[in-house]
């Protein structure tokens, strides 16, 4: 970090709040006195600095960051990429390519076990299916919750696809204890006591990016959950908002390619959410395999006009299938093969 004072600084003044730095921050302070200003270095973990409180300071001008904020998910300290194995066939990152799919709400015990029979046969290594639904409405679905998740863990005992749903509250955590992946959505990015209480626990975290939110808030949502202990995070990029209305958001394509460059952490796209037209998930799903993402998370429903949420962006078992052999030539492009559920269970 460093710290650009102002004119007229006292070599008294600079040494005084050099010496509080080192004691405030544990780092140490190095001072260059040129002819009109004096510029600080600190040296050592700024992670924890308070550049606000800095700025705030009546001697300085300017202060700016050199070192990222992040440093658990910051690929400069952990240059391997963070793979998430789940066992027989399910892994997210390290050279496959990974299709989470399913639809936006469970809404039946057939529906799901149907919907989860099909995509499994179409190449998907994991089952999506929200029990818990963030709408904008309060009257509209909210999802079949509890109930919604003994229904995921029924099609995962018929397909063995591991299941990924979103959670709200940390108060529902205890129901969670048999999830495979846990989500958090994008209107929960920020939601700090949520993340902490998920760095406590064991499972990987697929943590989508907020609709208003820059890469690094992302990286430091991250760095939220594996503070607290749980390095076993997946990056999500499903799209901002923009002044574009032509589509439900707009895909940042060039973030995957950035969060790889920055951290470990393996990175999923949501092909879904991000356009919120079913024709354009193939598209999109084929640009972010291209761009370098580990993964896919698609919206898949056997009846999608009748879909009790996301209905426009669902695409049909069909069509799942086409998308999916379409993605695998893609990553085969790259050298990445599927990653594929075996039935050795
Ligand atoms: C979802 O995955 O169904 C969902 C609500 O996604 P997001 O948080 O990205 O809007
Ligand atoms: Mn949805």
């Not at 009546?58 to 658990?72: A, G, H, I, M, T």
């Not at 995921?152 to 969670?176: D, N, Q, Y």
């Not at 354009?280 to 009748?306: F, K, S, T, Y």
Request: glycine letters at 8%.
């Amino acid at each position: 970090m460093i710290i650009v004072l102002k004119p007229g600084t006292s070599r008294e003044q600079v040494e005084h709040f050099s010496a509080d730095l080192e004691k405030r921050n544990g780092v140490k302070v190095n001072a260059w006195y040129g002819e009109h200003s004096t510029v600080l270095g600190l040296l050592g973990d700024t992670a924890g600095v308070d550049i606000e409180a800095i700025q705030a300071n009546e001697l300085v001008e300017s202060v700016k960051r050199v070192q990222e904020p992040y440093k658990k998910s910051n690929r400069k300290f952990h240059p391997d990429d963070t793979v998430i194995d789940l066992g027989h066939g399910s892994a997210i990152g390290g050279g496959r390519l990974a299709i989470i799919a399913g639809p936006c709400s469970v809404e039946s015990e057939d529906q799901i076990a149907d919907i989860a029979r099909e995509v499994k046969g179409a190449g998907a290594a994991f089952l999506r299916g929200g029990a818990f639904k963030p709408r904008t409405s309060p009257y509209a679905f909210q999802g079949l919750r509890a109930e919604g998740l003994e229904l995921l863990r029924h099609a995962r005992a018929k397909t063995g696809l591991p299941i990924v749903t979103e959670i709200m509250s940390p108060a529902h955590l205890i129901l969670f204890e048999d999830v495979d992946i846990i989500q958090v959505g994008a209107r929960n990015m920020q939601n700090f006591e949520l993340l902490k209480e998920l760095g406590k626990c064991d499972k990987p975290i697929l943590l989508k990016r907020g609709l208003a939110n820059t890469i690094e808030e992302l990286l430091m949502s991250a760095e939220y959950i594996m503070a607290s202990g749980n390095d076993r995070v997946i990056l999500c990029e499903r799209g901002i908002r923009t002044f574009e209305t032509m589509t439900r958001n707009t895909l940042d394509i060039s973030a995957v390619p950035i969060l790889k460059k920055l951290s470990h952490l393996p990175v999923v796209v949501d092909p879904s959410h991000a356009s919120g037209h079913s024709w354009l998930v193939e598209p999109l799903a084929m640009a972010a395999v291209a761009a370098g993402a580990d993964g896919l998370i698609i919206e898949v429903h056997n009846d999608p006009p009748h879909a009790l949420s996301d209905g426009a962006q669902s695409v049909t078992p069909d069509e799942f299938r086409r998308i999916a052999s379409h993605v695998e030539e893609v990553a085969g492009v790259f050298g990445k093969t599927l990653s594929r559920r075996d039935d050795q269970e």
